[in-house]
């Protein structure tokens, strides 16, 4: 069970898709997950906890060492909740890891926003190459 694996005090955070993904998929594939992990163990979550601040070409087909590069700055945290994840523990959630490029672009905005602890939470990984 997921809760068993989640500090108590966990924020979940959903990695933010870009506008045009967003344009057209209709929803943030991660907030679903993160919503589904907070009704299942009463954890707090953030919606808009990380921004992306650029529109990084698709990912999928690219090596890491390019993924890494695309993504360095990708993501910032909301000024309106820097107060709240100072000093907190926080829970990346995300669909799918391939590199860890997002993964790590993400945790390195939450570094630098003051959060103490941060781990992930992802559904599913694709096989490495």
């Not at 921004?51 to 360095?72: F, G, K, W």
């Amino acid at each position: 069970m997921a809760h068993d694996l989640l500090p108590p005090d966990a924020i979940l955070v959903p990695i933010p898709v870009s506008s045009r993904r967003l344009a057209e998929r209709g929803y943030n594939q991660a907030w679903e997950l993160a919503k589904a992990v907070q009704r299942r163990t009463g954890r707090a979550a953030l919606a808009d906890a990380l921004v992306r601040v650029i529109e990084a070409p698709d990912q999928h087909q690219l090596p890491q060492t390019q993924r890494l590069n695309n993504l360095h700055g990708a993501f910032a945290v909301h000024p309106d909740h820097v107060p709240r994840l100072t000093g907190a523990r926080v829970v990346l959630v995300d669909d799918v890891r391939t590199t860890g490029a997002t993964l790590n672009s993400a945790a390195q905005a939450l570094q630098q926003a003051g959060v103490a602890d941060i781990g992930a939470l992802v559904l599913a990984r694709t096989p490495s190459d």
